[in-house]
Structure formats: C-alpha cells, structure tokens
C-alpha cells in the first residue's frame, strides 16, 4: 500500500525491528488521519536571520489528560519523535523531524538553502484516507503529504524550486506548508 521508494524501507524497518507491517503502516498513514500543528516564518528587521519555528501540538481525534494537561497523543509522541540527518554519499543533505519508524519527515532544513514545516488543515481528508487503503489510487500521482516534504529536500536545492513543487503537488490530504529561505523576504505559507 506504501508507495515507493518508500515500500521498501517500511518494509525494511519492520523485517529489522521485528514489528509488525500493519503497525509501520498505520504509523506512516497516521499524520494524514489526525495531525494539529502550527509553524511560524519570521525575519529580524536588519534581515540577518531568519527563524523557523513550530510545534507538534496534536491532539485532534484524541483524548485530553485532565491530570496530565496535555493531549495524551502528544505525550505518547514526545517519546518517538526524533531528530535525522539525512546523507547522500557521505554528505549531509538535509536535517528532519520525524517519528520513530516513520520514512517521510514532519519539518526539515536544507542547510543554507531552506526550512519547511508543514502543518495541518482543520479538517483531515479521512474519505481520501480511506479510498486510498481500499486502492482507489494506486495508479495517481497523489502524493502522503510527509513522503512528499523528504522528498522535496532530496530534489530541490533552493527556496523557489521548494515554493515551485509545493505549488504543483497534489496531496493525499490537505496541509499548509510554511517555507523559509536564505534571503530577504523569503518565507512563504503556502495551502
């Protein structure tokens, strides 16, 4: 069901770990099905730097701890949420947030070149979710909206090829990305 090249390092991680491929699987569809966060682009006045900044504050569909004041999604995240650097023939390419087991990436930096975050619409596409586990769209070119940022900082090199496959793309469920860049005036929410 998980679309390549990313099939095979599902695949991989659960013949490793010894887990089950319905739990990777579930785990990698997951952020499609419930996700709330929020991200912020922001320059300094002299435009020396540039911050990109987010959350993972989820919790829709998921039960708040009244005793703890916290989702309890949120808290069962914070102990698998993971911090990886990507390399291609022994060079960095990109650092990325994600989840432990999980192949695509929540939010990612390209060092001096870009930043991306994405974020959740309100309401999740579960209708596209489902249609895709039956297989009504084996044969598209719809893209899981975290397979599709790693692969946006394994082929683009700068903010505006970013900002242009942002603007192509079609996702399996609806997401906002913000983009951050290296120059003045380059950050950007897209929908």
Same mark, same amino acid.
């Given at each position: 069901?998980?679309? /390549?090249?990313?099939?095979?390092?599902?695949?991989?991680?659960?013949?490793?770990?010894?887990?089950?491929?319905? /739990?990777?699987?579930?785990?990698?569809?997951?952020?499609?099905?419930?996700?709330?966060?929020?991200?912020?682009?922001?320059?300094?006045?002299?435009?020396?730097?540039?911050?990109?900044?987010?959350?993972?504050?989820?919790?829709?569909?998921?039960?708040?701890?009244?005793?703890?004041?916290?989702?309890?999604?949120?808290?069962?995240?914070?102990?698998?949420?993971?911090?990886?650097?990507?390399?291609?023939?022994?060079? +960095?390419?990109?650092?990325?947030?994600?989840?432990?087991?999980?192949?695509?990436?929540?939010?990612?930096?390209?060092?001096?070149?870009?930043? +991306?975050?994405? /974020?959740?619409?309100?309401?999740?596409?579960?209708? /596209?979710?489902?249609?895709?586990?039956?297989?009504?769209?084996?044969?598209?070119?719809?893209?899981?909206?975290?397979?599709?940022?790693?692969?946006?900082?394994?082929?683009?090199?700068?903010?505006?090829?970013?900002?242009?496959?942002?603007?192509?793309?079609?996702? +399996?469920?609806?997401?906002?990305?913000?983009?951050?860049?290296?120059?003045?005036?380059?950050?950007?929410?897209?929908?």
């Amino acid at each position: 069901m998980i679309m /390549n090249p990313y099939k095979d390092e599902v695949l991989g991680i659960a013949e490793v770990l010894e887990v089950p491929i319905g /739990n990777l699987v579930f785990l990698n569809i997951f952020y499609e099905m419930s996700r709330f966060c929020t991200s912020i682009v922001a320059q300094t006045e002299d435009n020396k730097d540039l911050y990109h900044a987010r959350n993972l504050d989820f919790g829709q569909l998921f039960v708040w701890d009244i005793d703890a004041q916290s989702w309890g999604l949120t808290d069962a995240l914070k102990k698998v949420s993971v911090n990886i650097n990507f390399f291609k023939n022994g060079k +960095l390419v990109f650092k990325g947030s994600t989840l432990a087991g999980h192949v695509g990436v929540l939010t990612a930096m390209k060092p001096h070149k870009f930043s +991306l975050s994405m /974020n959740a619409k309100v309401q999740p596409d579960l209708i /596209n979710v489902a249609k895709w586990y039956m297989g009504a769209y084996e044969n598209t070119d719809l893209q899981f909206v975290m397979y599709f940022e790693r692969w946006l900082f394994e082929n683009c090199d700068d903010f505006q090829c970013a900002r242009q496959k942002i603007a192509e793309v079609k996702l +399996l469920t609806g997401a906002y990305f913000i983009l951050g860049g290296v120059n003045p005036g380059e950050g950007k929410k897209t929908v």
